[in-house]
């Protein structure tokens, strides 16, 4: 470790505070519907669709209206991936997905997830790239959003029927946040080398006379919005380590910077809307001191290297390389990891299964806390308003206070809703491993072997379930135990969560709001970040131990003791 | 559920047509005027000729060259068997190897037998994230100068000043490591051996 290398890490986490901050305002001026700049083009939209924005929705309807949405959208993106040989934009003439992978790339999209049992650059057309993968980035990180912000209106007042409109939310986010957003981003990765063209590969003699044949396309927009919506499925296999998807250590700030300001940023929407910054400030407090620790985790033991190379006369100066680019160096490698999967991003800029056992058990345990530091867009903060319900619950047992947050009452049919969505989470997670790595097909899959070989696996059905997208690449995803497996799992990681807590928005809405008494539980102060960060260690986290302790810990022990396999 | 169909089909489409479509393409065009160059894949010509691209790298296992990192890429030979095919650029990937992979040691242990050399920059033995990393660590760049002095008959003085040259620093002084790009160091011999 060096002073630089913190260095790297803390200046890209102060430009992140330095946009959430201002950032959040915005959303809530956007969530409020008090921007409406581009007025006309919404009424359009509206009027085209037949819908009124201030139709007033009770969650359920809300419910239905998003999953309608992702329903229909989903079933678009299988057609466009079976049937792009037809479709136009396709100049290296990619022919159909097939129908098993084309199922598991539509719901790892739909999902958010962006998990790739597929390589970009030779199974998809530019076209899929562009109107079927680029709109999902958009339409699902606008669903996310959309449902962050209907829970946080819960809060907002008393008594409360309605929610929002989902189409007003969505059409709103789109076009306010996420299109502008990506607009300038893209300008600044095409300035940095990332290419944005149609033409179809390029053609090379090399210097010793070969022929290299190099793969573009049309990267730099869809690179900008899979970042920024939390997505992470990239142009090409080697995702955002490949040079043209991230060129620069600038691109890599930027890239590095947009995956986890609009999820910070809504946490101060929260503060902005309920009307008490505070609460806001907290929630980002306990996110941002678990993603630091984790960032420094990764970067002791990436920069510390790996001893059995060591041996060989590696020299140890950049760390444990393998699987990493020159640019990047080990720093700014180990920050992007704990960003992509704090978050549920899953964009990758170094390869976690060639990371140290200690290095890569933290993206896997980031993931299995549910991704709330700072968590997906939107994702995140419904999932860390989950966890401060329990937080208040639990202070409400040891003190025998009635557990309020931000003043409405929190009772039993909001905690069992709350740990519906997190037991989903573990029951997937673990079943789905032990399940998978108890079939042949399971075991044949693994890339390594000894405890990686568990770690791959259990990596996997994090990832999936926490709709991340990363992997630890070993692993051969393509097969049809995984394809369908790991997508019921996107599905329960993504809908079995966010439903639950969209019920719980509808049942604290109809709540009046309390005013604040001396029995309250300040919930915006130093104890309650630490009681929350407990929490979401304890209970979402410590169900994973067993698991995590048979895999990267059992590793780091062999590594130690210079065992191979 | 059903009657929120309409407005769920018509906004995806609208929005397919104005993030799937519209501008995606507006930013093709607008690439074309702003930066040329980047937006095409920064290529490098020689005569007319594409000879790669400044952000790709591609293999070189002439002594008389700077040699990139290892690359792990495969690819499928006739046979159905996978075979390394480093810096297939139509490709991309890694080895995926864990730290205790058996086969990660093995290929360390050939490649610094190969080299020769007792001690080495992690860079120059490992394989890339995405097998097509354009840099080389300074370090790794100088400890190839001999065999490239020897090969060209150049002075290494001149070959340590042609790398000082093309050798990047940190980002601001501050972000990522400092690097050198090969396919540009490699050009750059070239001219020197022209002199």
Redesign the interface.
């Known amino acids: 470790m060096t002073l630089n290398g913190w260095m790297q890490i803390f200046v890209i986490l102060a430009l992140v505070a330095a946009v959430a901050l201002p950032l959040g305002t915005y959303l809530a001026a956007v969530a409020e519907g008090r921007v409406n700049f581009l007025r006309p083009v919404e009424s359009v939209f509206y009027r085209l669709a037949g819908v009124d924005p201030d139709e007033p929705m009770g969650w359920k309807t809300y419910a239905a209206a998003l999953m309608a949405l992702n329903l229909l959208h989903f079933v678009l993106l299988y057609l466009m991936l079976r049937f792009q040989q037809f479709l136009p934009f396709n100049p290296a003439g990619i022919g159909p997905m097939s129908p098993r992978l084309a199922l598991n790339t539509a719901i790892s999209f739909v999902t958010n997830t962006n998990w790739q049992a597929y390589a970009g650059e030779t199974a998809l057309s530019y076209g899929s790239q562009m109107w079927g993968l680029t709109v999902h980035n958009f339409l699902s990180a606008a669903t996310g959003i959309a449902a962050a912000i209907m829970m946080v209106r819960a809060f907002c007042a008393g008594g409360l029927k309605t929610l929002g409109n989902f189409w007003a939310d969505i059409t709103r986010i789109t076009l306010y946040v996420l299109i502008p957003m990506a607009a300038a981003m893209t300008v600044f990765l095409i300035i940095c080398g990332v290419p944005q063209t149609l033409a179809g590969p390029a053609h090379a003699i090399t210097l010793e006379g070969a022929h290299q044949v190099i793969a573009r396309g049309p990267i730099a927009f869809q690179e900008a919005i899979k970042l920024l919506g939390t997505n992470g499925g990239g142009f090409f296999n080697a995702n955002s380590a490949h040079p043209f998807e991230n060129p620069t250590p600038l691109s890599n700030v930027v890239e590095t910077w947009s995956e986890i300001v609009i999820p910070f940023a809504l946490v101060f929407m929260l503060g902005r809307m309920v009307r008490a910054p505070r609460q806001g400030y907290a929630i980002a407090a306990a996110m941002a001191m678990i993603l630091v620790a984790a960032a420094g985790c990764v970067y002791a033991a990436e920069a510390h290297g790996n001893p059995l190379l060591a041996h060989l006369g590696v020299g140890h100066a950049m760390g444990n390389m393998e699987g990493k680019e020159v640019r990047f160096g080990t720093a700014m490698s180990s920050l992007f990891t704990v960003t992509t999967t704090g978050t549920s991003d899953g964009a990758v800029i170094a390869m976690h299964d060639s990371f140290t056992p200690l290095g890569g058990l933290v993206p896997m345990f980031l993931m299995e806390l549910g991704e709330i530091t700072p968590g997906g867009v939107g994702s995140g903060l419904y999932g860390m308003l989950v966890y401060a319900l329990l937080a208040v619950f639990v202070a409400g047992l040891m003190v025998g206070r009635t557990p309020e947050y931000l003043g409405k009452k929190v009772q039993a049919k909001e905690i069992k809703l709350a740990m519906l969505a997190v037991l989903i989470l573990g029951i997937s997670i673990l079943c789905g491993t032990a399940y998978a790595l108890n079939t042949r097909s399971g075991l044949g899959s693994l890339g390594n072997a000894g405890p990686h070989g568990l770690s791959e696996m259990l990596y996997a059905w994090s990832s999936a379930t926490a709709n991340n997208g990363s992997a630890f690449g070993g692993l051969s995803a393509d097969t049809k135990l995984l394809d369908y497996g790991l997508a019921l799992a996107m599905v329960l990681g993504r809908f079995g969560f966010m439903i639950p807590t969209l019920a719980i928005a509808g049942s604290l809405a109809a709540k009046p709001k309390l005013p604040e008494s001396a029995g309250t539980f300040p919930t915006d102060g130093p104890l309650f970040v630490g009681l929350l960060i407990g929490v979401v260690i304890i209970l979402g986290g410590l169900q994973f131990l067993p698991a995590l302790s048979l895999g990267p810990i059992a590793e780091h022990f062999v590594m130690l003791a210079g065992k191979v396999f | ?1 059903v009657r ?9 489409l ?3 047509l ?4 519209a ?3 507006g ?2 065009g ?2 074309r005027v ?2 040329p160059f ?6 490098l010509r020689a005569d007319g ?14 002594p008389g ?1 700077f040699h990139p ?1 290892p690359s792990a890429i495969t690819t499928t030979d006739a046979k159905g068997n996978t075979v390394p095919d480093p ?16 086969a ?2 093995e290929r ?2 050939a490649a ?1 037998a190969a080299l020769g ?7 120059m ?13 300074p ?1 790794n760049a100088l400890l190839q100068i001999p065999r490239i002095a020897a090969a060209r008959g150049l002075p290494p003085a001149a070959l340590r000043a042609l790398v000082a040259a093309h050798t990047t620093g ?3 002084g ?4 400092p ?1 050198v790009n090969v ?1 540009e160091l ?2 750059a011999l070239a001219t020197l051996r022209r002199k």
Not at chain 2, 87 to 102: E, F, I, V, W
């Open positions: 559920m929120h169909f309409r407005p769920a089909a018509v906004l995806v609208l929005f397919t104005l993030t799937g479509l501008l995606p393409l930013f093709v607008l690439g702003v930066a980047a937006a095409n894949g920064s290529l000729q594409v000879i790669g691209s400044r952000l790709i790298g591609q293999n070189v296992t002439e060259y990192r810096y297939d650029a139509d490709n991309s990937g890694a080895s995926n190897l864990a730290p205790t992979s058996k990660l040691i360390v242990k610094m050399q007792p001690r080495v920059p992690a860079d033995v490992t394989t890339s994230a995405s097998g097509l990393d354009p840099d080389i660590s370090e940190r980002a601001l501050l972000f990522g490591a690097r396919l490699n050009l």
